[in-house]
């Protein structure tokens, strides 16, 4: 029998990744129904109008995820131009939602490029994934000369340029963005140290935020519905009809489902009390209808997803590979983590979706193309047999 390495060598497909993208996606829908179904009927709309949207749209990105994971992931960095060209079109996007007719306005801020015809675009989701793979990309290419002046100023502007045309906005997707850039690079420095400085100014910012917000104020340092967000989360019940309604609409659907929940599709808060009860506020209806044992096991999935990536990168073939899984993993994390501190009230309202769950066909088609990058680097993992 012959004993030669390639008959030994197997390449790996990470097919329990694929089994928790399709769980929650199913759940996300499962959820959604249940959340919008009310809402949905009050706007004349159908029951299942909200379901219907983000299950077209879930069970696309989930075929094109199979298909594009498939198909080397080097390919793009055999193409740096690609790359560059990819970016370069997510600032556009960013660009015609800003400036253009095109940038739809709702709640006094354009988030959206509108199409006609019900076809929607939010650019900043488009922005997380090229920035991911433009960094992974750079740290690639620059990984031994990344301290150079002339190297840290090209991540600075890769990051930073995105950033400034976001925050007018959108600050939440602004600072989820950045700080999939800055962490990204994190991991891939050696000089641990800039980080925790960064990270030091970032905290005697938020500081200054909630301690000298009034006077920041007066002086036109700070705008004053962003200090007002500040005041709310510091004490929601001042403002239960200004402000701290959400939040505490969120509250009372947490503590009335208990350990055990009130049972899928029984929620109370989502017949009206709750705003957007089947987009940022999803978590809520969750903890209503399923409790605690409900929320324990969606943390529970999110934790297996971001472990399985783990594994992942650490088993990358090459730094690029590794890099474009840390900056997936950065991203869900990042959501996971500042969604549940928002709904429990443990951050000020930033307005972020829950991934795969959250209603939103931008955000669940997107993440489809980034888990696609991550499953096509794991279909690269060499396993001896």
Request: proline share 3%.
């Amino acid at each position: 029998m012959p004993n030669n390495k390639e008959n030994r060598v197997k390449r790996f497909y990470d097919y329990n990744l694929v089994i928790i993208i399709i769980f929650l996606t199913a759940f996300g829908l499962i959820m959604i129904y249940s959340a919008s179904a009310y809402a949905a009927e009050l706007g004349n709309l159908g029951h299942s109008h909200y379901f219907r949207r983000q299950g077209i749209i879930a069970v696309s990105g989930i075929v094109f995820m199979l298909l594009i994971s498939r198909v080397d992931y080097r390919w793009l960095k055999k193409f740096p131009i690609l790359v560059k060209l990819i970016y370069v079109m997510g600032i556009v996007s960013m660009i015609l939602v800003t400036f253009t007719p095109l940038g739809k306005e709702v709640n006094g801020q354009k988030r959206w490029l509108d199409f006609g015809n019900g076809f929607q675009l939010q650019p900043a989701e488009i922005i997380k994934l090229v920035l991911i793979i433009l960094i992974a990309y750079m740290v690639s290419r620059y990984y031994r000369s990344m301290g150079t002046l002339n190297n840290m100023i090209k991540f600075a502007a890769a990051i930073g340029i995105p950033v400034i045309l976001i925050v007018g906005n959108n600050l939440s997707s602004a600072i989820i963005v950045g700080a999939i850039g800055v962490m990204m690079m994190f991991v891939a420095d050696k000089r641990w140290w800039i980080y925790a400085l960064g990270i030091l100014v970032v905290v005697l910012m938020a500081w200054a935020f909630i301690v000298l917000g009034k006077i920041m104020v007066e002086n036109g340092m700070l705008a004053t519905y962003r200090y007002h967000r500040i005041e709310v989360w510091k004490a929601p019940e001042k403002y239960p009809r200004d402000g701290g309604y959400q939040v505490l609409q969120g509250l009372y659907a947490i503590g009335s489902g208990g350990i055990m929940g009130k049972g899928l599709g029984a929620s109370i808060q989502k017949l009206g009390p709750l705003p957007e009860a089947g987009n940022d506020m999803i978590f809520a209806i969750i903890c209503e209808e399923l409790g605690l044992c409900g929320a324990g096991l969606v943390i529970v999935m999110f934790a297996f997803m971001l472990w399985r990536m783990m594994n992942i990168a650490s088993n990358a073939p090459d730094l690029f590979g590794a890099m474009l899984v840390i900056g997936v993993m950065c991203h869900i994390g990042l959501q996971v983590v500042l969604n549940i501190a928002v709904v429990t009230g443990a951050i000020p309202n930033t307005g972020v979706i829950l991934p795969f769950i959250s209603y939103g066909g931008t955000s669940v088609l997107f993440l489809m193309f980034e888990m696609a990058l991550v499953l096509s680097v794991s279909n690269q993992i060499k396993v001896e047999m």
